[in-house]
């Protein structure tokens, strides 16, 4: 250190200083962000919405349907983006906004 002078050492000191105080940001502004988004709760990340069974609540949505592989293939899809299948077999897409939207290159539902 004594090689550095007194401008580096300050110069040193000036750029530790400024890594801590980066450093104290980013953590704070990481959790404010998980906070705004409901993702910590004691210190575990978690999210606040639990994922629905997609396997089992596509399997009830497509068990009427002709072409069972095909209907279980595009509502496990829809069921992953959206984390939401609605009920019944057929209808009742008005329950599950996300689910209703969601469209092919075709521009046809891709949901069932």
Known sequence: MASLGAFGTRLLLACLVMALVS?????????????????QTNGIH???????????????RCKAASLKN???????TCCARCNCVPPGTYGNKQLCPCYANLKTHDNKPKCP
């Open 23 to 39: 450093q104290i940001y980013v953590e704070a502004s990481d959790a404010s962000e998980s906070k705004s988004l409901g993702l």
């Open 70 to 76: 095909r209907c279980l293939r595009a509502c496990g």
């Open 46 to 60: 978690r999210r606040l919405l639990k994922t629905i069974d997609c396997k089992a609540a596509c399997t009830g």
